[in-house]
């Protein structure tokens, strides 16, 4: 058995203990056991016999909602969020719905992810106010190719989070039920006869509890989760401070109160209407209205074939599958589309870009899902516009849209292009496969998509004969779902150890400090009780110096202890011992970690919101800054940040330091701080760059930035998908580097003989020089190398009835030897010629045999094999021409020996 169904049976069998609530006892609740699927229930009904999911009940709200009143979206919540702050709640805004506080997720997938931390493996709930009420958005990927067809399924959400810590300010489950029970039936005027409340398990990272799923008219409304437990259902204990984890859909209470066909219906306020009239598309209402009441059986993950769950779905409304697909699926493809771009402008707007790593996979997955429908039904609108509808409906309720409208729309329209070009290659593709012949098989499929970005519709659609798996995005997305960081592994027993205290955050001025010494490790290894030496942390190599005239050379954290490592130690443990820190180092890599900041807010300041650290390097000899944007940095735009950072230079600002608990640094500041990840502990240290940056981070900094002195980008490079780096040098580094450019300038303009400012002339004039010799050697070569084709007869080797000829000429470079190749075999049919160019301390080879040696079963592309590993090369090619190579020389004896004995043996093959 699951681990689920392992829970569910301990918790189902002692339903007092766990389930039976205050309201059930006072209402009068009778728990019964569903006819159908046999889950547990409890219910007002007594007539009731099966629970209220699907497919055990329909949809019976469509058409017929069971609220007193009928919402749009942003009226639902305000009825939930009024009725929850009346009774003690704080309503807090959305948190990001890119996850950067938790390390194993890439998206928020639940409201109470909000409030979790993980540190040293263990969940810890911390929650800005006690009890609270937030309507998050989430994204969730697992349902893709459910989204438009069951009506319900979203891939970004709104959960409605109740949430409360049960202690004296907050409340446990009796409170919770009763609070639920009221909202239904009294703000949403819902029967309590329609309410059943559904036994139920969730397993989550380090903690679970059972739960009470409650449903209306057939549909699951919300969840009330009692978090009572931590660890594993194999090993767990009782927390000290449990927590109520009541998520509810926003978009499943509105749905509800309207009783729409579907649930995108309302949940997109406007949004639909505008695309059926933009994209001319005809709404059937009475069939898709029937066709909704059942459709939540088509759910992917539940239906093993889901064609025949279409046909039968078919057969209850008296229609064909055909005319089933004719009429629902332009508006189902519709609905897809709504859903994806509404995700796509929460993912951008809170700093997330498509790519092919990471998150960003699936944010690319959905958007050319979407692009694939448009193209397939030759719909005329662009996704920008989409994004534009939704932030126009939502701003209402989430304001902060409206300031990242420009930077949705410019990476929108960036994606459309790509995928123009992924349709434009796909075209070729296509043609290549059909003259093949092959079977496509569904691996194929996932790796034309992963490797070319190329849809299964994109092929279809261009005429490929495939047959496009169900659930082909779950497979894809499914490895995109959640990071999984790299656990440190001590190579030493801290245990019993205090956590060591870190003089440089107290002082980061102290220079020299004593300290005893409380472990040695190997006799090299050092545990202090304190130290003013920074350790090696959040991507900032340590300070170094001497300990007691011993040469510290590493200085690393485990933990919270920090370990020296020594060279030549001299003293023991129980020792005192004097360390002192090398101040110079600590003074570079200081100006290095601030430059760190001072560019990465420049770069979020030029290129845009989506600019987030996605990583850092801060050493003595150079910086580096890893930033997510779309797109390849040009020379121009690094000239520019690189302005901008030594702007901030000039302007001194000043570097602050304070330490925060956490929920209030974030409240304080924002998620924003989160650059170079998560902060681990329940207090975060904020470096604040006034009015410039603002993060969370443990280094060592400049007082202000006037003290950090210049700032000079060396480099820029693509380093994945998504992610450009950035290296630089700062204070006297950069004046290092600089003087050394200088002096490089200064003596190519002495060898060119040409002023500074003349070299770009000068330059160009030696490469015209340059190209115009390289041509007349070429045409030298050429002549030469039919000059030699005629000596070859009576020069080369004679292996039976092939001529062997190696050719290695001083001075003469490829196309000598391609040229002379070529030429020989088409005059010479028995001939195998071997080139061997030995050029600036590397070997290259060329190998053409003609089509008589071809017959004797002598191919070049085994001969530069067989060859190239005399000197440890490789090559390939195929029968008539091969190449290879070698980082060293050849030696053109050893060489010939190997291809005259191939020769002969398949000869005497």
Not at 34 to 59: H, I, M, V
Not at 262 to 289: I, M, S, W
Not at 467 to 492: L, N, S
Not at 612 to 630: E, S, V
Request: net charge neutral.
């Amino acid at each position: 058995m699951k681990e689920k169904e392992i829970l569910m049976e301990k918790f189902s069998s002692d339903p007092e203990r766990y389930y039976e609530v205050e309201l059930f006892r006072s209402k009068g609740f009778e728990r019964k056991k569903c006819t159908s699927c046999g889950r547990f229930f409890w219910t007002l009904d007594q007539n009731r016999k099966t629970c209220a999911e699907q497919p055990c009940q329909q949809y019976e709200f469509i058409g017929n909602p069971p609220t007193s009143k009928r919402y749009d979206y942003v009226e639902t919540w305000k009825q939930v969020e009024n009725f929850f702050v009346k009774n003690g709640h704080a309503s807090v805004a959305r948190y990001p719905v890119v996850c950067r506080w938790r390390p194993d997720l890439f998206f928020t997938v639940a409201s109470i992810v909000d409030f979790q931390r993980i540190e040293g493996g263990r969940v810890t709930f911390q929650l800005p106010e006690n009890p609270l009420i937030v309507p998050q958005m989430c994204l969730r990927f697992n349902d893709i190719a459910n989204v438009g067809v069951s009506g319900k399924h979203f891939t970004s959400f709104c959960m409605i989070g109740q949430h409360s810590i049960a202690d004296d300010k907050g409340y446990w489950k009796d409170r919770c039920v009763e609070l639920d029970y009221e909202l239904l039936t009294g703000p949403f005027g819902i029967p309590p006869k329609e309410i059943v409340w559904m036994e139920d398990v969730w397993l989550g990272y380090g903690a679970f509890g059972y739960a009470l799923e409650y449903h209306v008219g057939g549909i699951e409304l919300g969840n009330a989760v009692f978090t009572e437990f931590e660890g594993s259902p194999s090993d767990y204990r009782t927390m000290s401070n449990r927590v109520i984890d009541m998520g509810a859909g926003l978009e499943r209470f509105n749905w509800v109160t309207q009783g729409t066909p579907t649930a995108y219906d309302c949940a997109f306020g406007p949004v639909v209407g505008q695309l059926l009239e933009k994209c001319g598309v005809e709404y059937d209402h009475n069939l898709f209205r029937e066709y909704s009441k059942i459709a939540g059986a088509l759910n992917l993950d539940e239906v093993a074939d889901l064609a025949l769950a279409k046909k039968q779905v078919a057969s209850k409304l008296g229609v064909t599958q055909e005319v089933l697909e004719q009429k629902v699926g332009h508006l189902q493809a519709l609905y897809a589309i709504a859903d994806h771009v509404r995700s796509l402008v929460f993912a951008i707007s809170d700093g997330g870009l498509p790519s092919n790593v990471g998150g960003g996979y699936n944010l690319r997955v959905i958007l050319r899902r979407a692009l694939g429908f448009i193209n397939k039904y030759r719909w005329e609108v662009k996704l920008e516009e989409i994004a534009d509808w939704h932030i126009d409906y939502l701003k209402a309720l989430y304001p902060e849209l409206e300031e990242h409208r420009g930077d949705v729309a410019t990476i929108l329209r960036v994606e459309q292009r790509r995928y123009g070009s992924a349709e434009e290659r796909t075209s070729k593709i296509v043609e290549t496969l059909k003259s093949s012949k092959k079977a496509i098989t569904e691996e194929d499929l996932i790796m034309f998509y992963d490797s070319e970005g190329i849809t299964p519709e994109l092929l279809k659609e261009k005429g490929l004969p495939i047959t496009i798996p169900d659930d082909f995005y779950v497979k894809v997305t499914e490895k995109h779902m959640v990071q999984k960081p790299e656990e440190e592994k001590a190579k030493f027993n801290i245990e019993g150890l205090p956590p060591t205290r870190l003089i440089y955050y107290e002082d980061q001025n102290v220079k020299e400090f004593d300290a005893k010494v409380l472990r040695l490790f190997e006799g090299k290894y050092v545990v202090l009780n304190q130290t003013a030496m920074f350790a090696r942390a959040g991507g900032q190599e340590p300070d170094l110096g001497m300990l007691n005239g011993c040469e510290v050379v590493d200085v690393s954290k485990y933990g919270d202890i920090a370990i020296h490592t020594i060279k030549n130690c001299n003293f023991k443990e129980g020792d005192t011992v004097k360390g002192k820190v090398d101040w110079h180092r600590r003074g570079i890599i200081m100006r290095h970690h601030t430059a760190t900041h001072i560019v990465n807010g420049a770069a979020q300041r030029y290129l845009g919101s989506w600019v987030w650290q996605h990583g850092a390097f801060k050493d003595i000899d150079k910086a580096r800054l890893d930033i997510t944007h779309f797109e390849h940095l040009s020379d121009k735009q690094v000239e520019e940040i690189e302005r901008l950072a030594n702007m901030a230079v000039q302007m001194n600002l000043p570097v602050t330091r304070e330490v925060l608990p956490r929920k209030e640094a974030e409240r304080k500041y924002g998620f924003r701080i989160y650059q170079g990840g998560i902060a681990p502990g329940n207090s975060v240290r904020i470096i604040n760059i006034k009015d410039w940056d603002i993060e969370a981070c443990g280094g060592t900094h400049a007082e202000n930035t006037g003290i950090i002195g210049p700032i000079k980008i060396t480099k820029a490079e693509r380093v994945q998908d998504g992610t450009e780096r950035l290296e630089y040098v700062a204070g006297e580094v950069a004046v290092e580097y600089m003087q050394k450019q200088a002096r490089l300038i200064s003596n190519l303009s002495q060898s060119l003989g040409a002023q500074p400012e003349k070299l770009v002339e000068a330059v160009s004039n030696l490469s015209e020089q340059y190209e115009d010799l390289r041509k007349k050697q070429k045409n030298i070569a050429k002549k030469f190398a039919f000059l030699m084709v005629d000596k070859i007869p009576t020069s080369a080797e004679k292996i039976g009835k092939i001529l062997l000829y190696v050719s290695s000429e001083e001075g003469m470079e490829d196309d000598f030897y391609v040229t002379t190749g070529e030429e020989a075999i088409s005059k010479i049919p028995n001939l195998v010629y071997l080139g061997v160019a030995n050029i600036d301390g590397k070997v290259r080879l060329f190998i053409f045999c003609g089509k008589e040696a071809q017959n004797q079963g002598i191919k070049a592309g085994d001969l530069v094999k067989a060859t190239a590993k005399t000197f440890g090369g490789s090559g390939g090619g195929d029968a008539r021409f091969a190449q290879g190579g070698g980082s060293k020389q050849g030696d053109v004896q050893a060489i010939k020996r190997e291809a005259l004995g191939f020769v002969k043996s398949k000869i005497k093959a």
